[in-house]
């Protein structure tokens, strides 16, 4: 059995009786025969043994990993250890694949002797509607091309905005050897808290040829209650994963240099994404740690402007100056947003915020002046300036 299996699927399970029937069903019908199933139950409290059990005798290609509730990442790596197939796949356990995904990519993926294959995925409601919504992860461009995501990239907005594609660990699979040759491991932080940002980064990180495909084949369940994306209490779970990363860098310098600028605006975008879905009370621990953070990378030289674009990077220098200023602005601009139409007009007719709006005004136009002398040189700046200026005053004599 051993040496026939193309396609390892790790399927890691806790607590998900309601939808893992439907899961494992679709991975025991997959198009592709010669797969095994490694079913990692951590450390289940309701039925999900028993329904793993119902599989394993029935399916010689099904296996299970009984432990302890010893979180994600240790389920994964756990089922990577044991994996005995040519590549290795991922079907989360309150989530189902389309018969054919591990056939279509498995072929496309030796065919072309990938390290891995990412395909896209469909967000999945079975509520009040059953639903499906394709969502696709690259472009005409890059469908099927296979790239080295380090080397391939002569711009570096490009590189930034491969890698932040979704992770979507469980829409790829992954060649064995180049998982283990590479020392590709999950962080083993509690629960389940957002590991596969580390992971999909070493992954790209240390892949010298992988394609991304248009087609989807992995429906992702969006109405899982229990699911760690409804849960706004890890607060600094995705400060673990950042710091997995440097880790990685820090021990692989070849990788360094090309892709620590790279990570520090992933990790822009990954903590502001977090701020914004905390719950209130969490929001201000959250934002003064990720400026202290990004204030040692500063001094550290880790912050490449030329990775951001250049409203990020003013967001990002704000933040690090005074993160209290900048929590208090985001608190204000979110409650306008809830204000009664009364109360908004209010505030913005009066004189405070006159004054405060014209000074932004002012800011702004300083800001974007300096800009345009970065970009199209100080003689073309003024002559701009003064055509502006001249064409307000033609308007106003036509008044």
């Not at 072929?107 to 999945?124: E, F, R, T, V």
């Not at 992860?137 to 790239?147: G, H, Q, Y």
């Not at 596969?196 to 969006?222: E, G, I, M, P, T």
């Not at 405060?356 to 970065?374: D, F, T, Y």
Request: with cysteine; hydrophobic share 35%; aromatic share 14%.
């Amino acid at each position: 059995m051993e040496g026939n299996v193309k396609v390892s699927i790790v399927v890691p399970i806790y607590n998900v009786e309601k939808y893992l029937r439907q899961c494992l069903d679709s991975i025991a019908n997959q198009t592709l025969k010669e797969i095994e199933v490694i079913c990692v139950n951590d450390g289940s409290t309701d039925t999900s043994p028993a329904i793993i059990q119902e599989y394993v005798k029935k399916d010689s290609r099904f296996k299970c990993i009984d432990k302890p509730n010893t979180g994600y990442g240790n389920s994964m790596n756990r089922g990577f250890d044991l994996a005995c197939g040519e590549y290795i796949g991922i079907v989360e356990s309150d989530d189902y694949a389309d018969p054919d995904m591990f056939e279509s990519l498995y072929n496309q993926a030796h065919k072309h002797n990938l390290d891995a294959i990412k395909s896209g995925y469909y967000l999945y409601y079975s509520r009040p509607k059953e639903k499906n919504i394709k969502q696709v992860i690259v472009s005409p461009a890059l469908d099927r091309k296979t790239i080295c995501p380090r080397e391939d990239f002569s711009a570096k907005m490009e590189m930034v905005e491969f890698y932040n594609i979704k992770p979507t660990i469980w829409s790829a699979i992954y060649k064995r050897d180049f998982i283990r040759e590479n020392g590709i491991r999950f962080n083993e932080t509690p629960g389940a808290s957002y590991q596969d940002a580390s992971f999909n980064f070493k992954v790209w990180a240390c892949a010298n040829r992988v394609q991304l495909v248009s087609d989807a084949y992995l429906h992702y369940r969006q109405d899982n209650e229990n699911s760690s994306v409804n849960s706004t209490g890890k607060v600094f779970c995705v400060c673990d994963e950042y710091k997995e990363m440097k880790r990685f860098l820090s021990e692989n310098p070849v990788y360094q240099g090309k892709l620590e600028g790279v990570r520090n605006r992933l990790k822009y975008d990954s903590y502001i994404w977090n701020y914004d879905r905390l719950a209130q009370k969490y929001k201000y621990i959250f934002i003064e740690r990720a400026a202290s953070e990004f204030a040692d990378d500063l001094k550290e030289g880790n912050l490449d402007e030329t990775y951001f674009e250049w409203y990020k990077w003013e967001d990002l220098m704000k933040l690090i100056e005074d993160p209290v200023s900048y929590h208090t602005k985001k608190a204000l601009d979110k409650e306008v947003i809830f204000m009664n139409k009364e109360e908004y007009e209010r505030i913005i007719n009066s004189l405070p915020y006159r004054l405060a709006k014209k000074s932004i005004s002012i800011e702004k136009k300083l800001a974007g002046g300096i800009k345009c002398c970065k970009d199209h040189g100080i003689i073309y700046t003024f002559f701009y300036g003064i055509k502006k200026i001249v064409g307000r005053l033609v308007r106003r004599g036509k008044r």
